[in-house]
């Protein structure tokens, strides 16, 4: 298996601009989690879905901030407009089943990205 | 609300040394806790999970061990190397948040040859 996919790798954008970031989880996997990096507060969990249903978007930061899963091979995280404070990694991750106490998470490269 | 520290933040030690790296957190209604490893510029690989009713876990050099009631978990690294040179990221998966991994800062290693 390839692994949890991500694209792009690195985005620099402009402020203001819409920024969409994709990924494609490991096949078979029922559960996707999307994560933002950055030195001041570490990793956090943005938002999760379950067999393509958010389940707990309490992380996302603002509503300039949006996530879908329209089926079970692809998930976007939009940012629209984009301002530098969202400047960060942003990791997806993937696990095979949500309420299992044995599954871990298989985290993809991660997009790094810089908002000018 | 569940807080995860890990001391230290950096620790850097020659090749050969056996090392401890340290991980707290406050509230004990666990899941499981994890260590991954993050490589600079990449994605994080899961090392060692430790479910809440066992005590460690062993994998080749690495071993874990999880104390619930203290909410402490040590990663020991036998006879490290420069391969290892890395960050070392702890996390606790909540009862309450299903799935919700809880992240430490993590401690970057770095082997001196």
């Known amino acids: 298996d390839a692994g949890v996919i991500q694209s792009p790798r690195h985005e620099v954008t402009e402020m203001g601009q819409e920024v969409t970031l994709r990924c494609k989880p490991i096949s078979g996997h029922n559960s996707l989690f999307w994560y933002r990096q950055t030195m001041m507060r570490g990793l956090e969990l943005l938002i999760y879905f379950n067999n393509n249903v958010p389940i707990d978007d309490s992380g996302m930061p603002e509503d300039r901030f949006s996530a879908k899963m329209p089926n079970a091979s692809f998930s976007t995280l939009k940012i629209q407009p984009s301002e530098p404070r969202d400047s960060a990694v942003y990791f997806c991750?993937?696990?095979?089943?949500?309420?299992?106490?044995?599954?871990?998470?298989?985290f993809g490269p991660g997009t790094r990205l810089t908002v000018l | 609300k569940q807080e995860v520290t890990q001391i230290p933040a950096a620790l850097s030690v020659p090749e050969g040394e056996n090392l401890v790296l340290n991980c707290s957190f406050t509230d004990s209604a666990i899941y499981n806790l994890q260590w991954f490893r993050q490589d600079p510029g990449k994605g994080l690989t899961s090392l060692l999970l430790?479910?809440?009713?066992?005590r460690e876990q062993t994998s080749g050099r690495l071993n874990a061990s999880l104390d619930k009631s203290s909410g402490r978990s040590t990663l020991y690294i036998a006879a490290s190397q420069p391969g290892d040179s890395a960050t070392y990221l702890c996390a606790v998966r909540e009862i309450q948040g299903a799935q919700k991994l809880v992240f430490g800062q993590g401690t970057r290693l770095t082997i001196n040859p």
């Open positions: 430790i479910q809440s009713s066992q």
């Open positions: 991750a993937s696990s095979p089943r949500l309420a299992a106490s044995t599954d871990t998470q298989y």
